[in-house]
């Protein structure tokens, strides 16, 4: 293996992950080596191929077989190994195999993909996988289609050799009759692709930056700026500067660079914020939620919309954060903001959460969030289950400026029998669209 590294990447042996095995696999397969269930009972080497003339007269079994085979595994009813073939002639079972869509066809193997593969990309389309019986001849694509065509294309235009290899297995000339070549081929279809494990978001994440996408650069960057991670090692330049670790990577992306968030404008002052709050390191060790994080922009947002009308002081949320969590024995973690969140409205129902626990601080501090005159009612919007501020009460008047449903306030224990006012301003003019996700 080279020595030389690039400085964002972090190579190791690829023994290092056979060493994590449990004993009964590092040192064999237990179930043994098989295709289609039959143990394999021969294992091709260079030697086999030699003695057995697999490389005599190449050109010749090409014209008349049709194919050359170099073989790889044997059992007692198929072979293994790679096929050379044109990538004409073979045939789709429609019963099982993927539907071909032209269009799909056009943007996999386009000039516009967004990346810099484009076009026919053999480290891409690698080898078909085919089934060849040879008691009919017939030859079967069961899991290449659009790359198939692909090579046919290509072919056509002069621009691939006229044979390409194959992952091929073999039914033998004798093999019985019982041994369906739709039922073989449709088993392979659907194992392989089951048995796929997909990216997981912070792999796709690290992929896409790694390969320059853009949209994943700029989220990247701001992650980076803000003082953000995933939860993954593979990108280290952003485990500098003692960032807070963030989950849900994919809703971050999307959403971050929202009208009604600031456009992310406030990542670095709300990840300051959380880390001034100083949550026990257990608390916090599987990472903080995108919800919080970005409900937390809209309170800052708020602020800034409405040129400090809203009333909100970050110094006071942050104490407020750090008083719940000793008021009420450690359940005011950083998700207990994040529920319930109203249907379409995630990131005010967040910050409407934060603005409940900035106010309950006010009222354990002295201030009156209520100062009405009505006894029932200041005991009710003190101790925070009315977040209201009328006739010169202290506070965030959260009902004018979040917008909720009552059926919402009523789910996390607000007495909606008051109705709010009306603000007074006009902000119409303000841009707030963006899509809310709800997870």
């Known amino acids: 293996m080279t020595k030389s590294k690039h400085k964002n990447s972090k190579f190791y042996p690829i023994e290092d992950d056979w060493n994590q095995l449990s004993d009964k696999y590092r040192e064999k397969i237990p179930s043994g080596v098989r295709i289609y269930g039959e143990k394999v009972d021969k294992v091709y080497n260079v030697i086999d191929w030699i003695n057995e003339g697999i490389f005599d007269n190449i050109v010749e079994k090409l014209e008349k077989d049709g194919y050359w085979l170099i073989p790889l595994y044997e059992s007692r009813n198929f072979i293994q190994g790679l096929l050379l073939r044109s990538p004409e002639g073979a045939v789709i079972d429609k019963l099982y195999n993927r539907d071909f869509y032209a269009k799909h066809f056009e943007k996999l193997f386009g000039s516009d993909t967004g990346s810099d593969v484009v076009g026919f990309d053999p480290v891409l389309a690698t080898v078909g996988d085919l089934l060849l019986d040879l008691r009919s001849d017939i030859t079967v694509n069961w899991d290449a289609r659009h790359r198939g065509v692909g090579f046919i294309s290509a072919s056509k235009g002069g621009q691939v050799a ?4 194959n992952n091929v297995i073999v039914i033998k000339k004798n093999a019985p009759k019982s041994i369906r070549p739709e039922k073989v081929a449709n088993v392979y279809f659907k194992i392989k692709n089951d048995s796929a494990k997909d990216l997981s978001p912070e792999e796709k994440f690290v992929a896409e930056v790694r390969a320059d996408d853009p949209k994943a650069i700029g989220c990247f960057h701001a992650m980076l700026g803000a003082r953000i991670r ?10 500098e500067g003692n960032p807070i670790t963030m989950t849900g990577i ?13 456009r992310g404008r406030h990542l670095g ?10 949550w026990p390191d257990s608390v916090i060790k599987t990472g903080v939620s995108p919800f919080l994080i970005l409900g937390y922009c809209k309170l800052l947002q708020l602020h800034e919309d409405y040129n400090g009308d809203f009333g909100y002081d970050n110094e006071i949320m942050i104490k407020a954060l750090k008083w719940g969590y000793e008021e009420f024995e450690g359940h005011a973690k950083p998700n207990y903001y994040t529920t319930p969140r109203a249907q379409g409205l995630a990131y005010p129902s967040v910050a409407y959460n934060l603005g409940r626990m900035y106010n309950r601080y006010l009222v354990s501090q002295g201030a009156d969030v209520y100062q009405g005159g009505d006894k029932e009612m200041d005991k009710k919007y003190n101790l925070g289950d009315i977040l209201y501020v ?19 306030k009523t789910q996390v224990g607000v007495d909606v029998s008051k109705s709010s006012k009306q603000v007074n301003q006009d902000f119409s003019d303000l841009d707030q669209e963006f899509e809310l996700k709800v997870a």
């Not at 006229?162 to 290899?165: V, Y």
Request: charged share 35%; aromatic share 8%.
């Open 162 to 165: 006229d044979n390409q290899f």
């Open 230 to 239: 995933v939860q993954t090692d593979k990108l280290p330049e952003l485990d």
């Open 250 to 262: 994919s809703l971050f992306r999307s959403e971050y660079q929202g009208v009604g968030l600031g």
């Open 269 to 278: 002052e709300v990840v300051r914020s959380l880390k001034n709050v100083k």
């Open 390 to 408: 009328e006739d010169g009460g202290e506070g965030l008047n959260l009902d004018e400026y979040l917008d909720l449903p009552d059926e919402f």
